[in-house]
T-cell receptor
Framework: QQQVKQSPQSLIVQKGGISIINCAYENTAFDYFPWYQQFPGKGPALLIAIRPDVSEKKEGRFTISFNKSAKQFSLHIMDSQPGDSATYFC??????????????FGTGTLLAVQP | GAVVSQHPSRVICKSGTSVKIECRSL??????MFWYRQFPKQSLMLMAT?????????EQGVEKDKFLINHASLTLSTLTVTSAHPEDSSFYIC????????????FGPGTRLTVT
C-alpha cells in the first residue's frame, strides 16, 4: 500500500512534443505529490509538486494533473526539449506540515527527447 | 535558495575501512535530513531519517551499526559507512527539509562510493 507505481519505464519523444509520465498510488493518506528530475550522476531536483486539494498545477512547460478519485497523477512536459532528457521520479508522502515526512518514490522514467 | 551540498562527491576506499560523507544545508536550517542510496538505473531507497539532536530512524533492513548517522546541527548531517565492503558501493544522496517548508525535500548532489 506504500508503493507508488510509475509508467512508462522509458519514453522517447521528439523535440517539441509532449512527454507524459503517469503515477498511481494506493495509500489515501498521501497528501503531497512531488516530481523530481535527475540527470546522470546528480541528485534529484524538485521540479513541481501538488497537493490533493487541486486537480492541476502548471509551472512553465511542466504540468501536474491529479485525479484523487482514481488515485493517479501525471506529469506533462509541453514542448519537450533535448535538455529535458533525464530520469523523472514521482513521489508521495503523508504528514503534510510535519517535520519527518518520508517520500515514497516511483521507479523512475528515463526520458529521451530526440532533436 | 534551498541548497544542499555533499562532500565528497566521489570517494574510493579499500574494503574494511570506514568512510564519512557530509551533507550540509547551505541557506536554511534543516530540521530533518534523509539519507538515500541509489543503485544504477534504480530508484532512491531511503536508508534513514534524522532529526537534529536525535538518534536517526533507520528503515527496515538497514544496518544501523554499519551506517552511522549523526545530525549534530541544523546544517550538518554525516553518514559514516563502517567496515565498507564492495557491495556497499553505491550512490549516496542526502536530502533536507526545514521548518519553513517541511513537506519539501531538497536533495544534495550525491556521493559516489566505490569500495575496492
Amino acid at each position: 500500500q506504500q508503493q507508488v507505481k510509475q509508467s512508462p519505464q522509458s519514453l522517447i519523444v521528439q523535440k517539441g512534443g509532449i512527454s507524459i509520465i503517469n503515477c498511481a498510488y494506493e495509500n489515501t493518506a498521501f497528501d503531497y505529490f512531488p516530481w523530481y528530475q535527475q540527470f546522470p550522476g546528480k541528485g534529484p531536483a524538485l521540479l513541481i509538486a501538488i497537493r490533493p486539494d487541486v486537480s492541476e498545477k502548471k509551472e512553465g512547460r511542466f504540468t501536474i494533473s491529479f485525479n484523487k478519485s482514481a488515485k493517479q497523477f501525471s506529469l506533462h512536459i509541453m514542448d519537450s526539449q533535448p535538455g529535458d532528457s533525464a530520469t523523472y521520479f514521482c513521489a508521495a508522502s503523508t504528514n503534510y506540515g510535519g517535520a519527518t515526512n518520508k517520500l515514497i518514490f516511483g521507479t523512475g522514467t528515463l526520458l529521451a527527447v530526440q532533436p | 535558495g534551498a541548497v544542499v551540498s555533499q562532500h565528497p562527491s566521489r570517494v574510493i576506499c579499500k574494503s574494511g575501512t570506514s568512510v564519512k560523507i557530509e551533507c550540509r544545508s547551505l541557506d536554511f536550517q534543516a530540521t530533518t535530513m534523509f539519507w538515500y542510496r541509489q543503485f544504477p538505473k534504480q530508484s532512491l531507497m531511503l536508508m534513514a531519517t534524522s532529526n537534529e539532536g536525535s538518534k536517526a530512524t533507520y528503515e527496515q533492513g538497514v544496518e544501523k551499526d554499519k551506517f552511522l548517522i549523526n545530525h549534530a546541527s541544523l546544517t550538518l548531517s554525516t553518514l559514516t559507512v563502517t567496515s565498507a565492503h564492495p557491495e556497499d558501493s553505491s550512490f549516496y544522496i542526502c536530502s533536507a527539509s526545514g521548518t519553513a517548508l517541511p513537506y519539501e525535500q531538497y536533495f544534495g548532489p550525491g556521493t559516489r562510493l566505490t569500495v575496492t
